[in-house]
């Protein structure tokens, strides 16, 4: 039986800088970081939220089974901001994070937007260009 979402991977050009990133620009906390030979284990996570991770990989690095043609491939995907997911942190006060995030050098691809149905959201860039959504739920929506 099915449990729980407990990690999701994102590739990352550098996992310290994706690491510095995430941590001073968007607060996450380190969960992991784990270092084996070449290989480092590195998760974060929002601090009110440690049961769900993201794995910063290197898609530079030997342990996904990739060629060198597929990781540059990746490499421009997320350059281009066109490699999925787009995670979703939902948040009560858009326009404050907006803010709080532009201030700290966060690109953003959309400002805080209201939609027909009651949300609103935005949408950013990490610094590997890997792309999120943040959200604010309408009244009476479930994020």
Do not use: C
Request: negative net charge.
């Amino acid at each position: 039986m099915l449990k729980a979402v407990t990690k999701i991977d994102l590739f990352t050009t550098n996992q310290n800088e994706a690491l510095a990133f995430y941590t001073e620009k968007l607060g996450f906390v380190i969960r992991d970081d784990i270092t084996n030979g070449d290989f480092r284990w590195l998760t974060v996570s929002l601090p009110s939220q440690p049961d769900v991770q993201f794995v910063l990989l290197d898609v530079k690095s030997d342990d996904h089974d990739l060629t060198k043609a597929e990781a540059d491939t990746i490499m421009v995907l997320l350059r281009d901001g066109k490699l999925p997911p787009s995670p979703v942190i939902e948040t009560e006060d858009i326009q404050k994070v907006y803010e709080d995030f532009t201030a700290k050098g966060v690109e953003f691809i959309r400002p805080p937007t209201a939609r027909p149905w009651g949300s609103s959201d935005a949408q950013f860039k990490d610094n590997s260009g890997n792309t999120w959504l943040l959200l604010q739920p309408g009244p009476g929506q479930q994020g």
